[in-house]
C-alpha cells in the first residue's frame, strides 16, 4: 500500500502562484510513477501532469502548459506541483495519485493509489 497525503492548497487571485505536496509513504516512493489530477464540482476528473519514477519524463495537460511544473525528490518521498500564473478555471479540488506504470498514463484508472486531495481556489 501506498499512502497520500496533499497539502499547500489555499485561496490565491488570479495570476497569483501556489505550490501543492503530495508526501508518499508505504511502499519506496521511487518505484512509482505519479500524478496530479483535478476535479471541479460538476466535472469529471482531469489529468493535469504526470511525473516518471526518475524524475525525467514529465508530461502536462495543454490547459496547464507553461503554467504548471511537476517535480518530485524520491529523498523525501514528495511529489511537488508549482502553480504560476493562475486562472480561476483552475480552481479544484487537486489529487495526486501513484501507480508502477514505466510509462507516461493520463487515464485516472491506470493509477492504483490516491490521495484525499486538496482544495485550490482562484478568484477573478
Known amino acids: 500500500q501506498v499512502q497520500l497525503v496533499e497539502s499547500g492548497g489555499g485561496l490565491v487571485q488570479a495570476g497569483g502562484s501556489l505550490r501543492l505536496s503530495c508526501a508518499a509513504s508505504g511502499r519506496t516512493f521511487s518505484n512509482y510513477d505519479m500524478a496530479w489530477f483535478r476535479q471541479a464540482p460538476g466535472k469529471e476528473r482531469e489529468f493535469v501532469a504526470s511525473?516518471?519514477?526518475?524524475?525525467?519524463?514529465?508530461y502536462y495537460a495543454d490547459s496547464v502548459k507553461g503554467r504548471f511544473t511537476i517535480s518530485r525528490d524520491n529523498a523525501k518521498n514528495t511529489v511537488y506541483l508549482q502553480m504560476n500564473n493562475l486562472k480561476p478555471e483552475d480552481t479544484a479540488v487537486y489529487v495526486c495519485a501513484a501507480a508502477r506504470l514505466r510509462t507516461i498514463a493520463v487515464l485516472p484508472e491506470y493509477y492504483n493509489y490516491w490521495g484525499q486531495g486538496t482544495q485550490v481556489t482562484v478568484s477573478s
Open positions: 511525473i516518471n519514477w526518475s524524475g525525467i519524463i514529465t
